[in-house]
């Protein structure tokens, strides 16, 4: 499978535990963008990673969120000290390269926060 | 602030007709926009693009029009199928007017094409 892969399509954790989401992008690309939605809403912009640099983190809440795509491995959203509001389907997304180029995405991971 | 907005929650044709989806933006500096399908439990599927030096562009059953004084997009589908059947987002990027790459998206448009 040459697509976006995301894991673990679903993550149940009790309130002030910790969630990571992983992320492999596409073969050949090496843009990452991370995604958020909220139930009747769309898509929220979090951050955008190039291999060991974060680009663009204006969308990443202040406080216990972070995200990190080293030279090997999958790329990690981490979710700190997780909060019922948390609760949501985060996606992930990777291109080649920048510009004008569309963005392909995996099939999210969905995280309820008990 | 919502910088792109699709107004209509819902749309419902029939097999064989033209679907509209509608599109309007704010920001003058988005010069990147894309069209994207998604069903449930799934992620958003690419489907077409348009730059901003262009008005319209075409892949089969789907086409994408800008109107860039009007601050309007809209993508038609013909001839309408049921497995058309999906939510429809629209999204925008300003990345090469010294922007990030980020996408904004709209709330989408749930399209029913009925047999």
């Known amino acids: 499978n040459a697509g976006v892969m995301q894991n673990p399509r679903h993550l149940v954790r009790r309130r002030g535990q910790e969630a990571r989401l992983r992320c492999s992008p596409m073969k050949g690309h090496s843009h990452v963008y991370w995604y958020r939605q909220l139930p009747e809403e769309g898509l929220k912009f979090m951050v955008y990673l190039q291999k060991e640099n974060i680009i663009d983190e204006s969308g990443m809440p202040k406080e216990r969120f972070s995200a990190e795509f080293p030279k090997e491995g999958p790329s990690i959203l981490r979710i700190q000290q997780v909060v019922r509001g948390d609760s949501a389907a985060y996606f992930c997304?990777?291109?080649?390269?920048?510009?004008?180029?569309?963005?392909?995405f995996g099939d999210g991971t969905r995280l309820s926060i008990l | 602030d919502q910088q792109v907005k699709q107004n209509s929650p819902s749309l419902s044709v029939q097999e064989g007709r033209i679907s509209i989806l509608n599109c309007d933006y704010t920001n003058s500096m988005f010069d990147y926009f894309l069209w994207y399908k998604k069903y449930p439990a799934e992620g958003p599927t690419f489907l077409i693009s348009i730059s901003s030096i262009k008005d319209k562009n075409e892949d089969g059953r789907f086409t994408v029009f800008l109107n860039k004084s009007a601050k309007h997009l809209s993508l038609h589908i013909v001839p309408s199928q049921p497995g058309d059947s999906a939510v429809y987002f629209c999204a925008a990027s300003a990345g090469t007017q010294g922007g990030s790459e980020k996408l904004v998206f709209g709330k989408g448009t749930k399209l029913t094409v009925n047999p």
């Open positions: 997304a990777s291109s080649p390269s920048r510009g004008h180029q569309p963005q392909h």
